[in-house]
């Protein structure tokens, strides 16, 4: 049966985003515990269109390791509040900030679940376009899912370039930088989220984004200049080859050279991962 927002009871802010705010509820009638995602969309013509988005692509998908989302529903003065499950360790930025060690037999656990999620939004023709620590959800059972779908595209026939520069450019790949190819034909539109994998599980293994050193603040043009035109970030001595092997072939400057969702699946570091066993 439909959720709706007279029978949810604030519990707490989870936190704040881009024009939103993340809530801990509870179903009045069934005691569920849900993550209700309120963003002001009467503001700005732009925001409310990520968020229709944003709606339409969590309606039109179903993957253990994408975000479920229950219901979307208008709330009165034109905010818009999504009604998601509820992952009760945050996200992996949360965890990295808390200081927690990610061994690589943790990393390649999260990794298969991330790269299961992603080869499902990809063969549905979803690229998510805003992948970082920040936004994988992760629950006490060491279950992730993919979520924040606002930068999100779904393709249809063209790719349009004027719109494509979306996201945090951080995490960004090298391409994406350059306008050009977005008219090559090669142009792998899915790569882009490959190379952000590559990022995150080098950021969960290192601690720290690994373009900047531990706590330095980022200057936007010199990490652009060091993500087109420096060598990719790798791990350091001392990591498994499989590991280290994993994170190449996602962060691989040629986005024709980049693994995609499938490949990575068969690849070692992950092929073995039994996600029943516990961690
Ligand atoms: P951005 O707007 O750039 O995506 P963000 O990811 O921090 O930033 P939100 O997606 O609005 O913004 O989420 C804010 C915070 O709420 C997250 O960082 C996370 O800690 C928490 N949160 C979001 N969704 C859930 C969820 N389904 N379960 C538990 N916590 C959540
Ligand atoms: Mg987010």
Request: hydrophobic share 35%; proline share 5%; glycine share 8%.
């Amino acid at each position: 049966s439909a959720i709706s927002a007279a029978d949810l009871e604030k519990l707490q802010v989870l936190g704040h985003g881009n024009g939103g705010t993340v809530y801990k509820v509870r179903h009045k009638q069934t005691s569920a515990v849900y993550a209700l995602k309120v963003v002001h969309g009467n503001s700005d013509p732009a925001v409310r269109r990520q968020v229709l988005r944003e709606a339409s692509i969590l309606r039109r998908t179903d993957s253990p390791h994408v975000i479920k989302c229950h219901g979307v529903f208008d709330l009165p003065g034109g905010d818009i509040a999504f009604c998601m499950e509820y992952m009760d360790m945050g996200t992996l930025e949360t965890l990295l900030k808390n200081g927690v060690v990610f061994t690589e037999s943790l990393i390649s656990k999260l990794c298969r679940q991330i790269l299961t999620g992603l080869e499902y939004l990809h063969s549905h023709k979803i690229i998510h376009r805003d992948l970082k620590p920040s936004n994988i959800l992760i629950d006490q059972k060491m279950e992730i899912k993919i979520s924040d779908f606002g930068v999100s595209k779904i393709l249809q026939r063209t790719l349009d370039p004027c719109n494509s520069y979306v996201g945090t450019c951080a995490y960004m790949s090298p391409e994406r930088f350059d306008p050009d190819s977005f008219g090559s034909k090669n142009y792998d539109v899915y790569a882009g989220d490959i190379w952000s994998l590559g990022l995150t599980l080098l950021e969960l293994y290192v601690g720290h984004f690994p373009y900047l050193a531990p706590g330095q603040r980022p200057d936007w043009a010199t990490l652009m200049c060091a993500i087109c035109f420096g060598e990719p970030p790798a791990l350091p001595e001392g990591t498994s080859g499989e590991f280290r092997s994993f994170v190449e072939c996602c962060l691989q400057k040629d986005s024709s050279k980049r693994w995609t969702a499938t490949q990575l699946l068969a690849h070692p570091f992950v092929s073995g991962v039994d996600l029943q066993s516990s961690a």
